[in-house]
């Protein structure tokens, strides 16, 4: 199973200056803590509740819709371009390149065991959209096209535009084999066209929020076209249930995990590092930005009083920002507490040749495994910034498979949601990025927001008060 270390964060070992004696703590927040993991698993799930992300891994029968599905794809299938922004993308990009094997665009059909190549269009930026394009084979393209609210505005963009193109290279009857959606169940503009076109189409159900849907068909579809072992996923899941819902915060690694990350933050240390020591978890910590700054950046508290709380996210990825960002986070400001991601063994095992035995600045690293290497580096990491007293702590996940890897997202999302109860406030809502939204719309001229067009262009803008 995956664990969680938390000795880095104590004051035995870092110091009491910014160590935390977390029996105190423990102590200090052990009832909120019971009220907020009783709450969040036990409260009968009411709609608008968004809960219903937590039991995402009894879903059985979408395994079989979806390797149903698959078995109705064309052989030949080389391309599957999947759209969609935020929850919708980050949590698969995070899956494939995590658990497909390393560069697999670039692998022959073969090495790809007759699976398509894949890629995300999550931004409207037309050059990359052309560039894309133009090495598509449109006639071997399927797109999936995700957006649980069936409205977003870069999403719908990018479909619209790709179904154009998918329609003069195959032609208006053939367009429906191109095409699967994910998307609510009823509601939103995408579900209309899916009826009205009678398009293939898997649901976001009902209340689980799109930072909280990989495990739906959000991210389940894609990756069970892609060949990866979506049933492991469930388990790895399901086994850790019992664990992240816990009442008791001795018995719950979510429920430590933010109990550091709240004391922490309350602490003066409002930056929370992620930092994966695998080059294949990078996107998990894109991932995990977006999880954590969109469930916990909020004005307004549980109980309608204005506290603009949050922590900021910050991603990392060992060994590469150790000459980047880690001089930062030794020597900066105290205003950080730090999560590793450790793999207890690589599925690889690679060997540094000694070619320069007489050098012995060189020869140190020779007939040493790769893997020493990354693990030293990962340790020596912590151990400096523990004795400069950083509070860092570390999960390990045994090796990187489909099982552990739906653990950590998991275990994160049960986190963050721990943590907006320690807060205070909702971590299923996102009403900041609406203004925006609606800006956006003022300026592309959608019917209903012309009011706020001279406002978009800063002609007439007040800034909020509060
Ligand atoms: O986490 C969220 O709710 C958001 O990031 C959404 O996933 C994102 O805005 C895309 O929304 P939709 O799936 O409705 O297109």
Redesign the pocket.
């Known amino acids: 199973m995956i664990s969680l270390d938390t000795k880095n964060v104590l004051a035995q070992t870092i110091g009491s200056h910014h160590g935390l004696d977390l029996e105190f703590a423990i102590q200090n927040h052990r009832d909120s803590i019971k009220d907020i993991v009783e709450a969040l698993w036990h409260q009968p799930e009411t709609k608008n509740g968004w809960r219903r992300w937590l039991k995402l891994g009894e879903n059985q029968k979408l395994v079989d819709d979806i390797n149903a599905y698959v078995k109705t794809l064309p052989q030949d299938l080389e391309h599957l371009v999947i759209i969609?922004?935020?929850?919708?993308s980050l949590g698969g990009m995070a899956m494939f390149e995590a658990l497909l094997p390393s560069y697999w665009n670039e692998r022959s059909r073969e090495q790809r065991n007759g699976r398509p190549r894949y890629y995300f269009i999550d931004n409207v930026d037309p050059d990359k959209l052309q560039g894309l394009l133009s090495i598509l084979d449109l006639k071997r393209t399927l797109v999936n096209v995700?957006?649980?609210?069936?409205?977003?505005a870069e999403?719908m963009a990018g479909y619209l535009w790709l179904k154009a193109e998918l329609e003069k290279a195959v032609g208006k009857e053939n367009l429906s084999k191109h095409l699967v959606m994910t998307t609510d169940p009823a509601k939103g503009i995408l579900r209309d066209i899916v009826q009205k076109e009678g398009l293939k189409a898997f649901e976001v159900p009902e209340d689980v929020?799109?930072?909280f849907s990989v495990f739906s068909a959000v991210g389940l579809l894609p990756a069970g076209i892609l060949g990866l072992p979506i049933a492991e996923m469930l388990q790895g899941i399901q086994d850790l249930v019992p664990q992240v819902s816990n009442p008791d915060v001795d018995q719950n690694m979510a429920a430590q995990g933010a109990l550091v990350q709240y004391v922490c933050y309350q602490n003066q240390k409002p930056i929370s590092v992620f930092m994966p020591y695998s080059a294949k978890l990078a996107y998990v910590a894109d991932w995990y930005v977006?999880l954590w700054a969109?469930s916990l950046g909020k004005k307004m508290s549980l109980d309608q009083r204005v506290v603009h709380e949050g922590p900021t996210p910050v991603k990392a990825v060992g060994v590469t920002d150790q000459h980047s960002q880690v001089q930062l986070f030794n020597e900066g400001p105290f205003d950080k507490v730090f999560t590793f991601v450790r793999l207890e063994k690589f599925n690889e095992d690679l060997t540094i040749p000694n070619l320069y035995p007489d050098v012995s600045d060189l020869s140190y690293l020779g007939n040493r495994t790769f893997e020493t290497l990354l693990q030293a580096e990962g340790d020596a990491t912590r151990a400096s910034l523990s004795k400069n007293q950083r509070p860092n702590m570390t999960i390990t996940l045994p090796k990187l498979d489909a099982y552990h890897f739906a653990q950590l997202l998991y275990l994160l999302e049960v986190q963050t949601a721990i943590m907006g109860g320690l807060l205070k406030v909702d971590p299923f809502d996102?009403p900041g990025?609406e203004l925006a939204k609606q800006y956006t719309y003022a300026l592309m001229g959608r019917p209903g927001f012309e009011h706020l067009k001279d406002e978009a262009l800063g002609k007439t803008l007040q800034p909020a008060i509060g």
């Open positions: 969609g922004i935020g929850g919708s995700i957006t649980k609210s069936g409205t977003t999403t929020g799109g930072r977006q969109e996102q990025v």
